[in-house]
């Protein structure tokens, strides 16, 4: 949703960090495989996401914007499961860190990411509801 502002080499990075995300409970669920498809659809990039250390993923990012953008994408990567598991919270904190991001501000996108799940999940109730008779 945010990622398309990022330089070539930040969606790359961030594909690379948002599959470590997904990948951070030892399971990938089809609602985080779908969601990292979609991420290399949207940014027309096949990276295999093995060839990039975390570090290196993470220095990519060369501003306070791009390093937010991908933060919050991040978060709703972790979410695509419903939940968010030990492993994943701790890989999302450290990027946390290095990122600069303050615990408030990722407090607000986390509560944001959590919305707009929900927003999404009540849309595709609305679609999948039988037709009002008229």
């Known amino acids: 949703m945010f990622l398309k502002s ?15 995300v997904a990948q951070a409970d030892g399971v990938l669920v089809d609602a985080e495989a779908a ?3 979609a991420y ?15 570090e290196d993923a993470i220095a990519a990012f060369g501003s306070e914007s791009s390093r937010r953008r991908a933060f919050m994408e991040l978060i709703g990567v972790a979410l695509a499961d419903g939940h968010h598991h030990a492993a994943e919270v701790a890989l999302l904190s450290h990027v946390q860190t290095a990122f600069g ?14 919305r707009l799940a929900a927003l999404y999940a009540e849309g595709e109730s609305l679609l999948e509801a039988a037709p009002v008779a008229r």
């Open 101 to 114: 991001i303050d615990d408030a501000t990722a407090g607000r996108f986390t509560d944001w990411v959590h």
């Open 6 to 20: 990022l330089t070539t080499a930040e969606q790359q990075a961030f594909i690379a960090l948002a599959h470590r």
């Open 40 to 54: 290399q659809e949207e940014l027309g990039i096949t990276l295999q996401p093995e060839v990039m250390a975390l």
């Open 35 to 37: 969601m990292m498809r």
